[in-house]
């Protein structure tokens, strides 16, 4: 069923697990949205394989060594001839002209690896582990001309159950690691703090 589903075209660069996550969700029958194209600015990008499988039709258009608004006016010219209502920005390592958002304000949405607004733009795990954070998560929002900056539409609930299950899974981890050093005799106890032996 594609009736009444709008057209929504989906803009990559690399891996594209957030792809895949939309192509399964669309999958259902009242879904109310299809991913009618996958666009990559790189040719390389792992992305297209998972949209090539899934039967979607891939476009890519590189952008090495096109100027900001060459390659936008290309992409816009694209979609719209493909006929797309919505865009997806899923890892799209690409710099977008304020002309080409304006056009798709309010149609353009874009995932971010950190609860905005706290920790805007690129390598956003290291800088969340050097600052001492310890709790992080993930913001979908509306995309706007300054990077990472519009209107939030979904962060994830900070539920009792999601939390058991994040702490749980580091759990498993952390608690054979400290079995680990008990058993290789590397502990002892100093008061209340306990010292690791190298
Ligand atoms: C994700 O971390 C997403 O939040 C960010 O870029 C990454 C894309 O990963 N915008 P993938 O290509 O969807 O696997």
Known sequence: MTAGKRAVAVLISG???????????AAADDYPARIALVLSNKPEAEGLEIARAAGIATLVIPSKGKDRAEFDAEMDAALKANGIELLCLAGFMR??????????????????????????????????????VRFTGCSVHFVSPEMDEGPIIAQPEAT????????LEQEHVLYPQALRLLAEGRLSIEGQRVRVKA
């Not at 304000?105 to 995932?111: P, Q």
């Open 160 to 167: 009792a159950e999601a939390v058991a299950a994040a702490v």
């Open 95 to 132: 710099l977008l002209t304020t002309e080409f958002v304006q056009a798709w304000y309010g149609r353009m949405i874009n995932i971010h690896p950190s609860l905005l607004p706290a920790f805007k733009g690129t390598d956003v795990h290291a800088r969340v582990v050097a600052s001492g």
């Open 15 to 25: 891996r594209g697990s957030n792809l895949r996550a939309l192509i399964d969700a």
